[in-house]
């Protein structure tokens, strides 16, 4: 059974700093890409990160690029999403997903069959 859990969330001023972490257990072997997604209040769900499960490749989106970074330890099943210069607009529930498929950008939520409970980030003005 797959089982992803999110932790590293909370409370942060303008401008600080959080590294949230993704334990993953129960992995398929074919898991191609694990990502992040946020879901702010009164907001659909967005692509925020991903990265290629074994060749390392990193996709972010716009409002990611330059502040946050991602990575991974294959080893250890474990992805990590470091977010710098936060904004109030990045006050979200943030996901830990995982998918089996190939497609590029790796965007698209319902292309994740795996999913996390959610951390919460709030950014305080």
């Known amino acids: 059974q797959v089982q992803l859990v999110e932790s590293g969330g909370g409370l942060v001023q303008t401008g600080g700093s959080l590294k949230l972490s993704c334990a993953a257990s129960?992995?398929?072997?074919?898991?191609?890409?694990m990502g992040w997604f946020r879901q702010g209040p009164g907001k659909e769900r967005e692509f925020v990160s991903a990265?290629?499960?074994?060749?390392?490749?990193?996709y972010y989106a716009e409002s990611a690029k330059g502040r946050f970074i991602i990575s991974r330890d294959n080893a250890k099943n474990t992805l990590w999403l470091k977010m710098n210069s936060l904004k109030p607009a990045d006050t979200a529930v943030y996901y830990c997903?995982?998918?089996?498929?190939?497609?590029?950008?790796?965007?698209?939520?319902?292309?994740?069959?795996?999913w996390g409970q959610g951390t919460q980030v709030t950014v305080s003005s």
């Open positions: 990265i290629m499960w074994i060749a390392g490749g990193t």
């Open positions: 129960g992995l398929p072997d074919d898991v191609y890409t």
């Open positions: 997903a995982a998918r089996q498929n190939w497609n590029i950008p790796p965007a698209d939520p319902d292309d994740y069959a795996y």
